[in-house]
Nanobody
Framework: QVQLVDDGGGLVQPGGSLRLSCAVS????????IGWFRQAPGTRGRDGVA?????????YYADFVKGRFTISRDNDKNMIYLQMNNLTPEDTAVYYC?????????????????????WGQGTQVTVSS
């Protein structure tokens, strides 16, 4: 069982930056993929933002964050990070760290290949002037 604790959200002005963190109870051998989802205010679903495969550290991003967000990890600290730059009000959402226990197949247009067998509690990001 992998436990995730995400943190780092807050209020930031448009154009600003934030770095989210996710503390992982297990190591890279305990999950196949790890990354972030977000849920915007007033919406019911969560959108995949970015993910990383444990095996080779390959990364995947949603089109709406490419070039602005970067996912990274520190294996020594069992931490996952999401560096978010050039934030816009449309990035306002609750961000959730998530991890997959197993590898899955996804449709071509699915987005970052992450399902979410394990979830963090979420951290609020608000982009507003």
């Amino acid at each position: 069982q992998v436990q995730l604790v995400d943190d780092g959200g807050g209020l930031v002005q448009p154009g600003g930056s934030l770095r989210l963190s996710c503390a992982v109870s297990g190591g890279p051998s305990d999950y196949f993929a790890i990354g972030w989802f977000r849920q915007a205010p007033g919406t019911r679903g969560r959108d995949g933002v970015a993910c990383m495969f444990s095996s080779d550290s390959s990364t995947y991003y949603a089109d709406f964050v490419k070039g602005r967000f970067t996912i990274s990890r520190d294996n020594d600290k069992n931490m996952i990070y999401l560096q978010m730059n050039n934030l816009t009000p449309e990035d306002t959402a609750v961000y959730y760290c998530a991890a997959d226990r197993i590898r899955r197949k996804y449709p071509r247009d699915y987005g970052p290949p992450l399902f979410g067998d394990y979830w963090g509690q979420g951290t609020q990001v608000t982009v507003s002037s």
